[in-house]
């Protein structure tokens, strides 16, 4: 299948989105090195609160928002109108609302709550309206691409919603008696239905063009995202119903069927890969999709043992693993080779259109396979410190903090060196054409 990769946005669109994600996670790893074990003393603590959504708004959907500007056009076959536009709008709500959730949240400030939620619903909304019209004045795409970004729209709708209505709770805690179950279905609908779900949309297409793998078999593409759909559908049905154990058990092993199968398939696909170089890419994958693995076979262990559940650390231990070991883990990697590969992409457009007979550096050379490693290596540093902190907070709270801010700058610096050496070609291009 051809990609229509000169349908994509101007690189400036992505790349705001991009450049942002490391800053929110240096705030967030500086907030868990000021607050240092008191985060980890049980998970509605508010500064851990302030902390989880600071990475989950700040660092994975403003990467997931900024992907989708670029991969729908490319993937999905959907040109959003005035993108460069639309985008700056959506990047400059949704980080004001991020900042303000996350910090309102930590340090229970009104005003910030307040203003969060508008600013965050008026961000996907403006993203929803820039995206909708360009469903018609798309190219035709392949199915497997555009049902997976709809179900992961739907997926990003309910979470928004839930979060919403929570946070009417915190805000204004006359207007509604939240249960806190829900705050389970909204964390179950954002990793699951949101992060979750949009990894593996994203993973059909960048796993087999970057490690040279067999395409995901058609049932996993096909059936993945509405059966994980359907199960948080009926988890959320279950909430509603005062958790029927039943219910509740046949919604959590069928979602968690789901996610093992693509965690499983993907690391099966990866030792199969034609290409058997050493590639921090594969690395990454295969610690994410191990972290996954993790969490769900955790998670399901303790609905068969309550008392697993019983001690607070076990649900701190889940976040971990799955906002850290997974989520984050995959998005850095998946980010050093979507901005190499755009800037490759860019840059041999802006020769071709001169007629200049050079070539750009190869993508392997934009951000060194060393940096990406040693990025990587922070990063699985990092979650190992935070599960370790977990049991023992005094003693690896801030050393985790320190880790996961060396990750996130590490993170940061290579994106940043990457485009900036094309900044810094397309002026010297267009000082040569003014000569």
Excluded at 15 to 24: D, M, Q, T, V, Y
Excluded at 282 to 293: I, K, M, R, T
Excluded at 305 to 328: H, T
């Amino acid at each position: 299948m051809s990609l229509a990769f000169d349908a994509g946005p101007p690189l400036a669109v992505p790349a705001r989105f991009f450049l942002s994600a490391p800053l929110f996670g240096l705030l967030a790893a500086a907030l868990l090195g000021w607050t240092g074990p008191e985060a980890f003393s049980v998970r509605w603590q508010p500064l851990a609160l302030g902390i989880t959504h600071l990475l989950a708004l700040g660092v994975l959907t403003m990467t997931m928002l900024g992907a989708l500007y670029q991969m729908l056009p490319v993937l999905a076959g959907v040109t959003p109108r005035r993108s460069r536009r639309a985008a700056a709008l959506v990047h400059a709500l949704l980080a004001a609302g991020s900042a303000a959730l996350g910090f309102g949240l930590a340090f229970g400030v009104q005003p910030l709550l307040g203003a969060a939620g508008p600013l965050l619903a008026a961000a996907v909304l403006a993203f929803a309206v820039s995206v909708w019209p360009g469903r018609a004045a798309g190219v035709a795409a392949p199915g497997d691409s555009r049902h997976g970004f709809a179900w992961a729209a739907l997926g990003l709708g309910v979470t928004v919603a839930l979060g919403l209505w929570l946070l009417a709770g915190h805000a204004f805690p006359e207007a509604v008696a939240l249960a806190r179950r829900w705050t389970d279905v909204h964390a179950a609908w954002a990793l699951g239905g949101w992060v979750a779900l949009l990894v593996a949309v994203v993973a059909w297409q960048v796993v087999p063009m970057f490690t040279v793998s067999t395409p995901y078999p058609a049932w996993l593409r096909r059936g993945f995202a509405p059966w994980l759909v359907a199960a948080l559908a009926l988890g959320s049905l279950a909430a509603g119903r005062g958790r029927p154990r039943p219910l509740l058990l046949v919604a959590a092993f069928a979602g968690g069927g789901g996610l093992l199968a693509f965690a499983v398939v993907t690391v099966w696909l990866l030792a199969r890969r034609r290409r058997r170089v050493p590639d921090p890419f594969v690395s990454g994958w295969q610690l994410g999709c191990g972290a996954l693995a993790a969490a769900v076979t955790a998670f399901l262990a303790g609905l068969v043992w309550p008392q697993l559940r019983a001690d607070p650390r076990f649900e701190l231990g889940l976040g971990v693993l799955m906002l850290a070991g997974f989520a984050l883990t995959l998005v850095a990697g998946m980010l050093h080779k979507i901005v190499a590969f755009l800037v490759w992409l860019h840059w041999s457009a802006a020769l071709r259109s001169r007629r200049r007979g050079v070539a750009p550096p190869n993508v392997r050379d934009l951000i060194p396979e060393a940096r990406i490693r040693g990025q990587l290596y922070a990063q699985a540093a990092a979650t190992g410190l935070l599960l370790l902190a977990v049991v023992w907070p005094v003693a690896f709270a801030r050393p985790a903090a320190a880790a996961l801010a060396l990750a996130f700058a590490w993170l940061g610096a290579n994106l940043a060196a990457a485009l900036r050496r094309y900044r810094l070609a397309r002026l010297r291009l267009e000082a040569a054409d003014a000569d």
